[in-house]
């Protein structure tokens, strides 16, 4: 399994001071982190390591290629669960994310509903919930079969942040061959999942995993948050059963993954040594 980053190691820092980091720490692949439609006030002043699915996509893969570095994921989280909206992170960039990714040989977009944000999304039942989540990653799914591309669902929500959430997705799109999972052990483990269980649930179906262990002091707010973004402590060093989630997965058919963490190039070095010695 390859393992890479997360381009947020430098603050207000471009796509290419991060990729210019990760070359300096010893990684060879790091995923898309930001992507943005349209032109990006910050990402042209070199503020920010966010990209445009409405620039050419080969400029992207230059900029990686330049530093020695295999894009391994776009990252296209949108906001599922909000009222359709051209001002709202969804379908259509999820479908530009798609054509990007096709044209530059990546072979997945990773996409969630994220947390209600609107009174609107608050209110909406389970399965309104399940059902608008479809709705909008319908013609998607579609698409990246037609590209060759696959969709994963992240866990960072509360639909995904549980196993049925997930299933019933699926099931309600068709199960199809171009959607599948990418697993991330902070965000399910926090929103109250078992990730060692959603491993072995989903095991055929992830082809990425997203690296976090969290401390003993987040307990209190398992079943009440839906992702945190970042770890900043080492993989084997907190209340997650990491390992367990390494027996799982270390025989299954995964290509990559990525550390969630920051913290200090021993903690992330630390991450990389821990899941090798777990045969990952």
């Known amino acids: 399994m390859?393992?890479?980053l997360f381009l947020l190691i430098e603050p207000f820092a471009s796509v290419e001071v991060q990729l210019k980091r990760a070359r300096e720490m010893g990684f060879d692949y790091a995923d898309i982190t930001d992507?943005?439609?349209g032109g990006s006030l910050l990402g042209s002043a070199g503020f920010s390591p966010t990209v445009s699915l409405d620039d050419n996509p080969f400029k992207i893969k230059?900029?990686?290629?330049?530093?020695?570095?295999?894009?391994?994921?776009?990252?296209?989280?949108?906001?599922?669960?909000?009222?359709?909206?051209?001002?709202?992170?969804?379908?259509?960039?999820?479908?530009?994310?798609i054509q990007c990714a096709a044209a530059i040989g990546i072979r997945d977009v990773v996409t969630t509903e994220s947390e209600p944000r609107s009174q609107w999304a608050e209110d909406l039942s389970y399965e309104?919930?399940?059902?608008?989540?479809?709705?909008?990653?319908?013609?998607?799914v579609q698409m990246a079969e037609d590209y060759g591309v696959r969709i994963l669902l992240e866990p960072?929500?509360?639909?995904?942040?549980?196993?049925?959430?997930?299933?019933?997705?699926?099931?309600?799109?068709?199960?199809?061959?171009?959607?599948?999972v990418n697993l991330d052990t902070g965000n399910?483990?926090?929103?109250?999942?078992?990730?060692?269980?959603?491993?072995?649930?989903?095991?055929?179906?992830?082809?990425?995993?997203?690296?976090?262990?969290?401390?003993?002091?987040?307990?209190?707010?398992?079943?009440?948050?839906?992702?945190?973004?970042?770890?900043?402590?080492?993989?084997?060093?907190?209340?997650?059963?990491?390992?367990?989630?390494?027996?799982?997965?270390?025989?299954?058919?995964?290509?990559?993954s990525t550390l969630e963490i920051i913290g200090s190039e021993d903690i992330l070095k630390k991450s990389v040594e821990y899941l090798r010695a777990q045969g990952m």
């Not at 530093?67 to 999820?94: D, K, R, W």
């Not at 309104?128 to 319908?138: C, S, Y």
């Not at 960072?156 to 171009?178: A, C, E, M, Y």
């Not at 690296?211 to 402590?233: N, P, Q, Y």
């Open 2 to 4: 390859n393992i890479g």
């Open 35 to 37: 992507t943005n439609s």
């Open 62 to 97: 230059r900029l990686f290629d330049k530093y020695g570095i295999t894009p391994a994921t776009i990252c296209a989280h949108g906001s599922l669960l909000e009222p359709s909206n051209p001002g709202v992170y969804g379908t259509a960039e999820i479908m530009k994310a």
């Open 128 to 140: 309104e919930r399940v059902f608008i989540i479809a709705e909008k990653l319908h013609a998607p």
């Open 156 to 180: 960072h929500g509360p639909i995904t942040d549980s196993i049925k959430g997930i299933q019933d997705v699926f099931d309600r799109l068709g199960n199809p061959q171009s959607l599948g």
């Open 188 to 256: 399910s483990w926090l929103g109250g999942a078992d990730p060692v269980e959603m491993a072995k649930v989903f095991k055929d179906k992830i082809h990425h995993v997203h690296w976090k262990d969290l401390d003993a002091e987040w307990e209190a707010k398992r079943g009440t948050e839906f992702g945190c973004g970042f770890s900043t402590i080492a993989l084997g060093d907190g209340a997650i059963d990491i390992q367990g989630v390494c027996d799982v997965l270390k025989d299954a058919d995964i290509a990559g």
